[in-house]
């Protein structure tokens, strides 16, 4: 219950230290590594939105990493699809001490490889190749841990912990905080000590301002992605009837069966396969609604030729776009004309 004259979101909270004296197991709030009241306030409201426990942290692979290293011990067996996000595929090989199980982003694949490991990771829809894995089958085939990436879609989307996932990780920087300014992510399950202990032991917390701002961005989470998901839905049909395109809310995609089972909304993210980089880059050059970036989830469409990184099996002229908020007459008019330009090109 608020009280008259407070604000609707408090301000952020800046502390190292808070005054303490006495006994520090009585007191909530000790030091600013630990616990910080503007971290709890967007912790209890994304918990709202994910069904669970959840613990904020400096960036998505701050939140992947402190999650790996509170549940594993070196040499543990863990699955990770071949298409989940590259940095989380590199960090289980080259810095983490874990054996690695790559397969292909499919259920039936990750449920093949699933015995006998400890943790199961999933990224559904995943990136950059929009593959999608029923997130209850696996977790009712496995006994592993299972670990839901639920970047692309946000809770508003997709609710792993609902599907018997026992974590969801995100990173917020992409649709859930939605403004391309700031870098953050978060855990989220059921109990969440261990993680919260590791956290305070490894220093990945976030700053208070960033996580205010994307609490502040919380509020408008639903018309944002009622928006992009409206656009990505247009694009890829203007784009489809053009050239190969994947996005799990078309009818007749790969994976929009099991995505209507499990997904109330398709996500911002759409991929299309243009004949070569030249092509790609042609399309890029030729749109003005889009801006060329890396990153997702943003209120204004970006797009870039995934196969610039290395790292992700895609052909060299795949597109990855990130509708944004745009008037969706304009932006498909915009993708189209630019989209023949590049093919006439091509
Ligand atoms: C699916 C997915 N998971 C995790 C991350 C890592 O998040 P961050 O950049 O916030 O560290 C990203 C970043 O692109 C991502 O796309």
Not at 110 to 118: L, R, S, T, W, Y
Not at 213 to 218: D, F, I, T, V
Not at 266 to 280: I, R, S, Y
Request: net charge negative; with cysteine; charged share 25%.
């Amino acid at each position: 219950m608020t009280k008259n004259g407070e604000p609707f979101l408090p301000g952020p909270t800046f502390a190292a230290p808070y005054h303490l004296s006495g006994d520090p197991a009585e007191t909530e709030f000790t030091y600013g590594r630990y616990e910080n009241p503007t971290w709890k306030a967007f912790e209890e409201a994304v918990g709202a939105l994910e069904g669970g426990d959840v613990a904020v942290f400096g960036s998505g692979m701050g939140a992947v990493s402190t999650l790996l290293l509170a549940l594993l011990e070196p040499g543990d067996p863990i699955v990770i699809p071949s298409d989940a996000y590259y940095n989380v595929r590199q960090l289980a090989h080259d810095l983490l001490p874990y054996e690695v199980r790559e397969v292909p982003t499919d259920t039936a694949a990750v449920v093949d490889a699933a015995p006998g490991a400890k943790l199961v990771w999933v990224e559904t829809p995943s990136n950059p190749g929009l593959d999608v894995v029923d997130i209850r089958a696996v977790a009712e085939a496995s006994d592993a841990t299972l670990v839901v990436d639920n970047t692309l879609p946000t809770p508003l989307g997709q609710r792993p912990l609902e599907l018997g996932a026992d974590y969801v990780m995100a990173s917020a920087t992409k649709a859930l905080s939605g403004h391309s300014d700031i870098i953050l992510g978060y855990v989220g399950g059921r109990d969440l000590e261990a993680v919260r202990t590791a956290r305070g032991k490894l220093g990945t917390i976030a700053g208070p301002f960033e996580v205010w701002l994307a609490h502040r961005s919380l509020a408008t989470l639903d018309v944002r992605l009622e928006r992009e998901c409206a656009n990505a839905l247009r694009l890829a049909e203007a784009i489809g009837e053009h050239v190969p395109v994947r996005y799990p809310g078309l009818p007749g995609d790969p994976a929009h069966e099991t995505a209507k089972r499990q997904m109330e909304r398709f996500g911002p993210v759409l991929c299309f396969t243009l004949p070569d980089a030249a092509a790609a880059d042609a399309f890029l050059a030729a749109a003005e609604m889009v801006t060329e970036a890396t990153s997702f989830g943003g209120t204004r469409t970006t797009a870039e030729r995934r196969a610039r990184w290395g790292g992700d099996d895609v052909p060299e002229g795949y597109v990855r776009l990130s509708a944004g908020c745009e008037d969706t007459d304009a932006l498909v008019q915009d993708v189209t004309r630019a989209l023949a330009s590049a093919l006439e090109r091509a």
